[in-house]
């Protein structure tokens, strides 16, 4: 039993001799007092877990004492000791603040257990508490106290973040905040900090997305310090750019006169740096200064460990949500996270994708070489794709034949890239190449990216499920034409051509061009071989984006160039470097998905033309043109 300290008060001398010697017996430590003026008077000069009273006493009796001792220690327990003929005034006592009550004549085995149960009970809601009351004599205020007190209930690090931000410009009188944090899911030694919490007059845009510990911007350079508290930088400007000016910390806790201030605040856990929050624009219109860092100094305590615990428990949810077989996530955690990714982004105004993997046609495989073959060459792929994931991608099992990736902060096309890396390896790994083709499975790969494919998880789920199928039943599959040159996919897909109006080419150019003016901020890729008939259309087309900013990138095989159309957004390139003579236009990206070619025959004014919105197509059209005129597209 662990020793705990007991004040017993009553005014007869052979109770406190013997509540004394039993208790004492059991271990405890016991003091005594014979009046309620005694028992205040000894509990202003000592700490007690326990006071254990009479309730009927001469002058201050059991009751007032009560009273007097919870107003003045409320965290202390009391226990009112009483006859049988006053229990009911002993319950009435329980109102003032006593815990329980004991009747006369004590048992001492009965005694002992009574005041076990109400240690314990302490103990645990001490346990409980814990994470609180470590720090709660650094507050200074209980307004401070109560807002602290709810971050630990939060476990989301995202939403946590916010919070911390939130409670910090309420005690500072700050108009607007951002919170850095550490590494995805625990507390990470990367040197990189990511922004997660952002709340009022702030512009998100010209936020660093990190703030890299290693090479801090100018007058942050007291966060390399592991004893530093809050602190004012001047000139203040977003902490991952150019940083606050050259004058950084204000030595004498003012900033100086006619400049911007910010109040810097690091969130420390065991003596790492695991969050900095960066506080401007004071609601008086005035300066901070020592008072608002002597708020945020109380605060650190609380808003450290509480993103402490939420970085830990989402490294232990992560383990425990882990596939045995593979290592990968599994789908329900995935979905969490997506979510979260999700309500992220939205905030943020970030893009990102989830990439879905489908081995099809696994049925033979699993049927030949039983279960558990079967599961070491399904953990091999799971190693494979784990090997070609970024760091801050999270990969994750659907069954034995899926895997999903979510990759944050990436737009389609990058994401496009890396399922064109990932289904090159695959078929190129011993675990695929080295069976026989009978029960060879085929890769399916698929990418949605918000919010261009949806704004909800359901609504991505259904434009992978989509896509997978696309894959499944493409021209590219029907045709054989994985491997094909451009010049050979050209070929196969003119012989599915059908014929149409001459000036539809003309037509589709000039709106291929319309397209990326109005999705000028999606990234693309547009290649454009417009033949004689269209040329003027495509120029046309192409002025209209003189002083756009696309980030689709165009190239035109065409013999009007740049010496006769300077400055535009083009990559110009001769009509003969594909080797076919034949006209297209392919047009690939986040958005839609667009392939034409054109039979260079043409009479009285009919011609035969290829059209396809087939986005597996139109993507093996546009990277196996762009392979072979040499031209990077890059993630």
Not at 17 to 27: C, I, P, W, Y
Not at 351 to 364: K, N, Q, S, Y
Not at 383 to 392: K, P, Q
Not at 533 to 542: D, F, K, N, W
């Amino acid at each position: 039993m662990s020793t705990a300290r007991i004040l017993v008060v009553d005014d007869q001398v052979y109770f406190r001799v013997f509540m004394e010697d039993a208790l004492a017996e059991e271990g405890f430590e016991v003091r005594t007092a014979a009046s309620g003026e005694e028992a205040l008077a000894r509990l202003e000069e000592e700490s007690f877990d326990l006071l254990l009273t009479d309730l009927v006493m001469p002058g201050i009796d059991g009751r007032e004492l009560t009273e007097r001792a919870r107003e003045r220690w409320p965290e202390l327990d009391v226990v009112i000791v009483t006859s049988v003929s006053d229990v009911p005034t002993a319950v009435e006592s329980m109102k003032t603040g006593a815990i329980d009550y004991l009747v006369k004549p004590l048992d001492r085995a009965a005694l002992v257990r009574s005041l076990e149960t109400i240690l314990e009970r302490r103990r645990m809601s001490a346990e409980h508490a814990r994470l609180v009351d470590e720090n709660l004599d650094y507050m200074g205020a209980f307004s401070l106290y109560e807002r602290a007190l709810g971050l630990f209930a939060n476990l989301t690090p995202e939403s946590l973040a916010d919070r911390i931000v939130e409670v910090l410009c309420l005690e500072a009188s700050a108009h607007g905040g951002v919170l850095w944090i550490g590494g995805e899911g625990e507390v990470s030694e990367s040197p990189q900090l990511r922004l997660a919490g952002v709340r009022g007059l702030v512009r998100v845009e010209d936020e660093s997305e990190t703030l890299d510990l290693s090479a801090l911007p100018p007058g942050l350079e007291p966060l390399e310090d592991p004893t530093c508290g809050g602190f004012l930088v001047t000139d203040a400007e977003p902490a991952g750019s150019d940083g606050p000016g050259a004058d950084g910390a204000a030595s004498d806790g003012d900033a100086k006169a006619g400049s911007r201030s910010a109040l810097v605040v690091p969130l420390r856990h065991g003596g790492q740096l695991i969050g900095v929050v960066r506080l401007t624009d004071k609601l008086d219109g005035r300066e901070f200064g020592a008072p608002e860092i002597a708020c945020a100094d109380r605060f650190l305590p609380f808003g450290a460990q509480a993103l402490a615990n939420a970085l830990r428990f989402r490294s232990i949810e992560r383990s425990s949500f882990r596939d045995a077989l593979t290592g990968a996530y599994n789908q329900a955690y995935f979905q969490d996270v997506t979510r979260n990714e999700i309500r992220k982004s939205s905030r943020f105004g970030r893009p990102f994708t989830v990439l879905r993997i489908v081995l099809d046609g696994t049925e033979a495989l699993r049927q030949r070489v039983g279960p558990e073959a079967y599961a070491s060459w399904h953990r091999a792929l799971g190693a494979r794709l784990a090997e070609v994931s970024r760091t801050t991608d999270l990969l994750a099992t659907e069954g034995d034949a899926c895997f999903s990736l979510l990759l944050p902060e990436t737009e389609g096309l990058g994401a496009t890239v890396l399922k064109r890396r990932i289904r090159t390896l695959l078929e190129r790994s011993d675990e695929l190449r080295e069976l026989e083709a009978s029960e060879r499975p085929t890769p399916l790969l698929a990418v949605a990216s918000f919010p261009i494919d949806g704004g909800d998880l359901g609504s991505l789920e259904g434009a992978l499920s989509s896509r997978i199928e696309d894959d499944r039943r493409s021209l590219v599959r029907a045709l054989e034409l994985e491997n094909a040159p451009f010049r050979g996919l050209v070929d196969s897909l003119l012989a599915e051509a059908q014929a149409s109006r001459a000036e539809t080419a003309t037509q589709v150019a000039g709106l291929l061009l319309d397209e990326v003016a109005r999705r000028p901020h999606e990234r693309g890729l547009l290649f454009m071989a417009p033949g004689p008939e269209a040329e003027e259309a495509v120029r046309e087309g192409l002025e209209r984006l003189r002083d756009a900013e696309v980030h689709t990138d165009i190239v035109v095989l065409a013999d009007l160039g740049e010496e006769t159309s300077p400055g535009l957004p083009v990559t110009w390139m001769s009509p003969h470097r594909t080797g076919t003579r034949c006209p297209f236009l392919v047009y690939y990206g986040d958005g839609p998905a667009y392939a034409l070619l054109r039979d260079e025959t043409v009479d009285e004014g009919q011609t035969m033309l290829f059209q396809t919105d087939d986005p597996v197509l139109v993507e093996q059209l546009a990277f196996q043109l762009g392979r072979d005129l040499g031209v990077p597209i890059s993630g």
